[in-house]
């Protein structure tokens, strides 16, 4: 069984190059010569990683807008700065090849653009927008859904240990994006384009992917996507516990102890992953499906708010307003208007 170590960084690409030198140049070079010519070529491919990422999303997505070409892969063009955008952000690895983007969870803001890429891990409420877009440079962005069925498969594979229950266990995070994961990102995208080969290749590089990330600098963090038994399990059953049953209810006493915790341990491994208490998590659980509600079933306010758990038309109004801004009528209407123009 081939096993990786946390420090195997380099790719078989960069090996190669270093052989080359070594044979042009002779042994009795230096190393530090060496490994600046080696830097100087890795720059330059990573250049035009970046620039053949930017001319494949462009060209697959020539419009604004978002497509998903196959099942977990979403391209996205924006022309413009966005507002921000309520979504329930599922496990998945974010690269932007054009552009800039923030992400806000709970208190925390992270913005991500070329040269870093953001890493979710549990299916948590966020907050997005695009910051940086324009006509001439439009925003170009890829997501690929990450299952933990593939992150448990890869462990296994390259004998990666399951992190402990006391590590690192944020559900976003932001990090370099290294000349390895950039390259596997392209050679994904060049898949789409002659779709005779995607059908075998494509899961090959999602494989590739997802090993890369498992042994790359946030690998740990991503290796509690298959975590059973430690605190991340348990806060993840209770995020599940919370999106099913979002309009009952809760009662942290209740659910911390039907998962074998302590309510203030519990309140601060939720806090830890998703940088909200347990009742805001629900709350913005509760207030997105309510948006829903509006828009996809043309449900009032009273009747959606009702619908979600609230007992007191008022209240849900003023979260639902701090929330998104807007009264629940006029964010509704506004949200009609908007479908009607598209």
Known sequence: MLAFSQNDRMNFREYCQFLYYVSKIGLGTTREFIMMNMSERIDR??????????????????????????????????????????????????????????????????????????????????TGRVVDASKDRPYLALRVEIDPKEVGSAMIEAGLPAPSGQSDARAVIVSPLDSGLLDTTVRLLRLLLPPT???????????????????????????????????SDRISQALERLRNDFDQPLSIEALAKDLGMSSSGFHHHFKAVTDMSPLQFQKQIRLQEARRLMLGENLDAASAGYRVGYDDASHFSRDYKRLFGNSPARDAERLRTMVAAD
């Open 197 to 231: 080969e995607s059908r075998v290749l494509i899961p090959v590089v999602r494989a590739e992917l997802v090993l890369r990330l498992l042994i790359g600098e946030q690998g740990v963090r991503l290796r509690h996507l298959s975590l059973h038994g430690g605190h």
């Open 45 to 126: 491919r990573q250049q035009e990683d970046r620039a053949e990422l930017a001319e494949l999303i462009s060209s697959l997505v020539p419009n604004d807008g978002i497509i998903e070409p196959i099942s977990g892969l979403r391209l996205t063009r924006a022309s413009a700065p966005t507002d921000r955008i309520h979504a329930v952000a599922k496990p998945c690895f974010c690269v932007i090849a054009q552009g800039a983007k923030e992400v806000y969870l709970g208190e925390s803001v992270y913005r991500y653009d070329i040269e870093k890429y953001l890493l979710t891990t549990i299916e948590v409420p966020v």
